[in-house]
Structures are given as structure tokens and as C-alpha cells.
């Protein structure tokens, strides 16, 4: 099972690692324009207005840290996904799943009712865990072409 904490500067040297190739920063940031990973740009993450990051561990001991996930407040009861990463090593594992799964739990816990997120065309693995957790594909996004909106309601 995986838990959520705090994502803070000192998980920077492992996206970074998560993250090595401008594709990689594309895939999960939607913009290979983040790429390389600096501290001033996950440092931006970090203090994002409405936005809370996550690090995701393995709920083991000692706790192993596997992944990255955003919930941005976008108004009254609803929330976007953002930048979800998973540890290259731990992928194919069903981690994924469990990951957005987690932050579906937080984003219920506080009120969110409507859930969207925006995924990169072409990821396969990702639209089939975002509809297996019930998300629906609704169109294309309108400032960022490459990518699909997807969303659910939270009961």
C-alpha cells in the first residue's frame, strides 16, 4: 500500500532521477519545457498557490519513496491531478494506480467533488489506470492541444 506526504526540497534529487530525459519531464509535467529538473522549478511546485504536493511511499519499513502527484484546487469542490510521476523501477507494478487512487482519497477528504487531469496523448498506461479509476476522456485541452482532459465525480 502507498501513503502520501509532503512532497519537499529534499525529494528534488529523486525526481530528478524519476525524471532524467526531456520525454520523461513531458510525459508527466506536460511541458518538456521543465526540462532539466531544477530547484527553482520544483521549488515552484513546491509554493504553487493551491496546489499540495505529494511524495507517495511504500507503506514498509523503512518507507521507500516511489512517486510524485499534485492536487490543484481549481474552485469550490474540484481539483485537478497534476504531475504524476512513478519511480521507472517500481512501474508495472499497479503503484500507479494505488498512487492516484491515494490522491483521489485526499482530494475527497477535503471537500472535492469534481476530479479532472490532463494527460499526454500517447500515454497508454496512464489513460487505461485514469479510466479504470472511472475518469472520463473529455476532449482535448484547449491551450495545450497534445493533451486530454479526463475527469470524475468523487461520491
Known sequence: ????????????????????????????????????????????WLTAPDTR???????????VPIGHIELVSTGEGAAR???????????GRGHG???????????????????ALNVVDGNAAAIGTYRSLGFVERGRHPEHPDMTTMETVLD
Request: proline letters at 7%; hydrophobic letters at 50%; glycine letters at 4%.
Open 1 to 44: 500500500m502507498l501513503v502520501l506526504r509532503p512532497f519537499d526540497s529534499t525529494d528534488f534529487p529523486l525526481m530528478r532521477a524519476w525524471a532524467p530525459t526531456s520525454g520523461d519531464v513531458y510525459l508527466f509535467a506536460g511541458s518538456a519545457r521543465h526540462w532539466p529538473l531544477t530547484d527553482a522549478t520544483m521549488t515552484s
Open 53 to 63: 504536493a505529494f511524495t507517495a511511499e511504500l507503506d514498509a519499513d523503512p518507507r
Open 81 to 91: 491531478i497534476a504531475r504524476v510521476l512513478l519511480d521507472p523501477a517500481q512501474r
Open 97 to 115: 494506480k494505488h498512487l492516484v487512487t491515494a490522491a483521489m482519497d485526499a482530494a475527497r477528504a477535503t471537500g472535492v467533488r469534481r476530479l
